[in-house]
């Protein structure tokens, strides 16, 4: 099985901040819902967890499998969706034309990435070629792999393994230390 998580609460999640790349710690609530987390999924087995090289994603998945034998593998393909310049900005919504919220708003439109920042197709190339190197071939060994990532990120793996269109990209509501189990939509893959 396929389990997915996006990383506890940060200070710039508080402040509504873009953060992308940035690599922005767990604040005191972020490392409490990672513990809550921990306790209320300590019977779902993992054989492997995968997580983004960001220290919020890294301080999430050392929290959440404290205590289990559960191997933490660090990959930069897991690594969060670039915001280029838009990194940093706060509420980007009060911003009138701020460019990055087609992003968020409709995203199959959000075909010229801002200034500096990673395309959605290159977004799904990094994240499809991590699904089909390294995740599918342990599903299909029967492993249970757990990917601690981040919110664009995560969209974009429920995208490819459910074979969603680009316009339903925020469809999952990925929400903070929330487990999502992913199925694949076919046992096909190119």
């Avoid at 900005?89 to 009138?96: G, L, T």
């Avoid at 990532?149 to 793996?157: D, E």
């Amino acid at each position: 099985m396929l389990y997915i998580i996006r990383h506890g609460r940060t200070d710039w999640n508080d402040k509504k901040k873009l953060q992308g790349r940035t690599d922005i710690p767990l604040n005191d609530e972020g490392r409490e819902m990672a513990r809550r987390a921990r306790d209320e999924y300590r019977n779902v087995n993992f054989d492997v967890c995968y997580c983004s090289p960001l220290i919020r994603a890294k301080e999430t998945a050392e929290i959440l499998l404290e205590g289990r034998d559960i191997p933490v593998i660090t990959d930069s393909r897991l690594a969060e969706m670039c915001f280029g310049t838009y990194e940093g900005i706060e509420n980007s919504f009060a911003v009138p034309d701020c460019p990055i919220n087609t992003f968020f708003l409709a995203p199959e439109r959000y075909t010229e990435p801002v200034e500096g920042a990673e395309s959605i197709e290159e977004l799904f190339s990094r994240t499809g070629e991590f699904l089909r190197e390294i995740v599918y071939p342990q599903l299909d060994q029967g492993k249970d792999v757990l990917i601690v990532g981040h919110g664009a990120m995560n969209c974009s793996i429920v995208c490819q393994v459910r074979e969603l269109p680009v316009k339903d990209f925020w469809s999952a509501g990925i929400e903070n230390c929330r487990l999502m189990t992913l199925e694949r939509a076919s046992k096909v893959r190119t």
